[in-house]
């Protein structure tokens, strides 16, 4: 009989609705019927395309003795992460301050006061490899609680108290300058892995955001060194396993220092922000791997995780059925054999895809398979007969059980596609793209944007199936469904994005912000938490407080708000103070002050929509590296005319009855020209 999860809509609760754990969500209930019955409560934390997840699911919370003991002797919460990142970054605190690590899935013992005093992550049904088996930990969990409850309440207490010492000071740091980001830029250069590209070594994760950095300080300074870097990791990635050579798009970290072997799960935020990334590279280098690589995963997100609703869904998992041996296995939906491969290609083809893609006898992955690359040394071949190949292997992969995908749209997620969507779809000339992210920004206003008169207006975390979940935004998804609209204004022309953009930030400055200028993850009516989270450091995606400081400076340059412009400089007073330090930590924090420190130029380009002189001029614009340059394109407006949608363009007109380009700079103005290679120039861009 399903249990209280059933009613949910994250699909990873869904997951667990059927489990003979009597599960509860996150809720004041629960917490109220551990106090009444005198219990601890197990929270368990995690998500639904994390394989181990999966696998303590189906040893322990599958398990009817497992599941009974838990029952009898605690009250069992279930959190999806995504849902509540909020939940999960305080206990994640928790743990990683407790025992020097953290991840997923999460297992804590709380207090009916949610205060916490037992801590891990996954743990076996047997003991193995110096871990407890789970049941052993329940056990040795409810003696204690039982037995020694003075000290259990005394551990739970100081650990709140130890959390509410780690207070963040970052808001009265100044702004970061050029030493600070030099600075950073040779850690950086310290922990590179010149041989394989990326920072440090196993498992590596695609850096993201740091390569962004890179990208706009080379833009910024002209360091060569900086766009060798991107450049070389942005290959290395791109020739390795962790990049599905057939279908697009990335998976979440490899495994080993050389890219080959993946972590399956492809993660929308991931693919968003690594889209945007190779699109910039080829504004920045003309590289056609870069460009193929940026429409490749564009089409990706749209092929395999657009949703019905015109958004995004959140992942695929890592696992799915093997076709030969009917076992759910990570990574069977991706993996190859040469004996596979001239299955489907026949002797010859697949002689030569095992050449092209790297796939041995021996294998790079599990069981004698490989994971498919393009080996540097691998064959020179026809480039048409690769693309009837890579087709028909696509095909044939088709066929097999595909992996499952969580139908969840996450507002800040959503918002990182918007802006990788649109620009993609105006750099390479593919309006389906741009259609595309206007159609997911649609859904974030109609579905997650609650405005209703009575109550403030809030931004809502998730939706599913069009239907709005319960959990609140944080920072986060306002910073980058902000963004979003930003980078969708620029691209579209239409200020109706400005303004919501605008409103969003005017929610953040309203609702997040501390007196300090540092920011909360949580809005300041949030429910409350033993500690109100607050994180600057970019991980897998850019952390809310660095996601809003950029919106906060683009809205700024867009606008002439110096409220909005003040708190983006503040805010990044956390960079001054960890750029140096840990860069790789706080690449999007990094990037925003490169843009802080370039102006950020502001663009106005002015013309009638049909003239194909306005069209070249725009794209010029969008085209340039200046770093965090803000867009704006309309209708000429003289002086009487007022001001329209884009503040930008008030009071610029035509020149000689020509479409113009005006560039301004930190409130000084470059001649108004009417030549896309004159306005590449002041932009800084390569080419036109």
């Not at 599941?67 to 009250?75: I, S």
């Not at 003309?286 to 869904?313: I, K, N, P």
């Not at 069981?367 to 007969?385: F, I, K, M, N, W």
Request: aromatic share 8%; glycine share 10%; net charge negative.
């Amino acid at each position: 009989m399903p249990n209280r999860l059933a009613n949910e809509t994250s699909p990873y609760l869904l997951q667990h609705a059927d489990n003979p754990v009597d599960w509860w969500p996150w809720s004041p209930e629960a917490f109220a019927e551990a106090r009444e019955r005198g219990v601890p409560v197990l929270l368990s934390v995690g998500y639904s395309s994390c394989h181990w997840c999966h696998v303590m699911a189906h040893e322990s919370f599958e398990d009817d003795p497992t599941a009974a003991y838990m029952n009898e002797h605690f009250v069992n919460i279930k959190v999806d992460r995504e849902e509540r990142p909020d939940v999960d970054a305080v206990y994640m605190e928790a743990v990683q301050a407790a025992t020097g690590q953290g991840g997923w899935p999460m297992t804590v013992f709380l207090t009916a006061d949610a205060e916490p005093f037992y801590f891990g992550t996954y743990f076996p049904p047997e003991p193995r490899h110096g871990m407890p088996s789970f049941l052993q930990v329940l056990e040795g969990v409810r003696a204690a609680w039982v037995g020694r409850p003075e000290e259990v309440a005394e551990v739970a207490q100081k650990i709140v108290r130890d959390l509410a010492g780690r207070q963040l000071d970052y808001g009265k740091a100044g702004t970061p300058g050029p030493e600070e980001l030099a600075q950073a830029l040779l850690g950086l250069t310290r922990e590179y892995d010149a041989v394989c590209g990326g920072f440090g070594g196993a498992p590596k994760f695609p850096p993201s955001m740091v390569l962004e950095f890179l990208l706009r300080h080379h833009a910024r300074t002209g360091s060569e060194g900086a766009l060798q870097m991107a450049a070389d990791t942005c290959e290395a990635m791109a020739r390795g396993g962790i990049y599905d050579q057939l279908g697009g798009g990335f998976a979440r970290y490899s495994v080993d220092r050389e890219w080959v072997v993946p972590h399956f799960e492809k993660m929308l935020y991931d693919n968003a922000l690594l889209c945007r990334v190779y699109a910039h590279l080829w504004r920045a280098t003309g590289s056609e791997l870069a460009r193929r690589v940026a429409l490749e995963t564009a089409d990706f997100m749209v092929r395999e995780l657009r949703t019905a609703q015109g958004g995004f869904a959140s992942a695929l998992d890592a696992d799915s059925e093997d076709p030969l041996t009917g076992e759910h296995v990570e990574g069977a939906y991706y993996a190859w054999t040469p004996a596979r491969l001239r299955e489907v290609l026949g002797e010859d083809d697949g002689a030569l895809a095992a050449g092209y893609f790297g796939v041995t006898e021996e294998g790079t992955f599990e069981h004698g398979t490989s994971v498919l690359q393009l080996p540097q040394d691998g064959p020179a071949v026809d480039a048409e007969r690769i693309a009837g190949i890579r087709e028909r292997l696509l095909a044939a992969r088709a066929e097999r059980p595909a992996p499952g995908r969580d139908d969840k749209v996450v507002a800040a997620w959503n918002g990182l596609a918007i802006a990788a969507l649109a620009e993609c779809g105006a750099y390479f000339d593919r309006p389906d793209l741009v259609e595309r992210a206007t159609e997911a920004a649609d859904l974030l206003v109609r579905v997650h944007f609650d405005a209703a008169a009575g109550r403030a207006p809030r931004l809502s975390r998730t939706s599913k199936d069009g239907r709005v979940g319960a959990n609140a935004g944080v920072l986060e998804d306002y910073g980058d469904v902000a963004e979003g609209f930003l980078a969708l204004a620029a691209v579209t022309g239409e200020g109706v994005w400005l303004e919501f953009a605008g409103f969003l930030l005017d929610l953040v400055l309203d609702r997040f912000a501390a007196e300090d200028g540092s920011l909360y993850d949580t809005a300041h009516d949030a429910e409350r938490l033993i500690r109100r989270p607050q994180d600057p450091t970019d991980t897998a995606a850019p952390s809310g407080w660095t996601a809003a400081a950029g919106a906060l400076l683009s809205y700024a340059a867009h606008t002439g708000s110096q409220a909005h412009r003040t708190a983006a400089e503040r805010a990044l007073g956390v960079v001054q103070a960890l750029g140096p330090r840990v860069p790789r930590f706080i690449g999007h924090g990094l990037s925003v002050a490169e843009a802080l420190l370039d102006g950020p130029r502001e663009v106005a380009v002015v013309g009638h929509p049909e003239d194909p002189a306005r069209a070249a001029l725009h794209r010029a614009a969008l085209l340039g590296t200046a770093p965090g340059a803000v867009v704006a394109v309309g209708l000429p407006q003289p002086a009487e005319g007022g001001e329209g949608e884009f503040p930008l363009l008030a009071e610029r007109t035509l020149v000689r009855d020509l479409p113009a380009a005006y560039v301004c700079r930190h409130f000084v103005c470059a001649r108004p020209t009417t030549d896309p290679v004159e306005l590449a120039e002041q932009l800084g861009a390569v080419r036109p």
